[in-house]
């Protein structure tokens, strides 16, 4: 799967959401939303959906809860559990 660069012009935009990467162009885009998603204000999510699109997102993050392990905070999960059955 192909990464967009837009997607790796917004993450280097955003640093403090993955404030322990120096190289930017080679994280994935499950990486990055599920940074966005977990550290993100509101703005940055909207815009991480507009350029990925909530459809994908909505996808990437359903598969990434279903492991066993996982790195979402439980309330974050949650959230976003209802949002994305609600939008995407």
């Known amino acids: 799967m192909r990464k967009s660069s837009r997607i790796t012009d917004f993450i280097k935009e955003k640093p403090y959401l993955v404030w322990y990467v120096k190289d930017f ?3 994935s885009e499950e ?9 993100g204000e509101f703005e940055d ?3 991480m959906i ?3 699109g909530m459809q994908k ?3 990437i993050f359903f ?5 066993r392990r996982n790195n979402y905070r439980k309330e974050i999960a949650h959230y976003f559990k209802l949002y994305f059955k609600k939008h995407g």
């Not at 598969?63 to 492991?67: I, T």
């Open 57 to 59: 997102v909505a996808g």
């Open 63 to 67: 598969r990434q809860v279903k492991r």
């Open 31 to 39: 990486s990055i939303i599920e940074n966005t998603l977990n550290y």
């Open 45 to 47: 999510i909207k815009k």
């Open 50 to 52: 507009s350029i990925i």
């Open 25 to 27: 162009e080679n994280l």
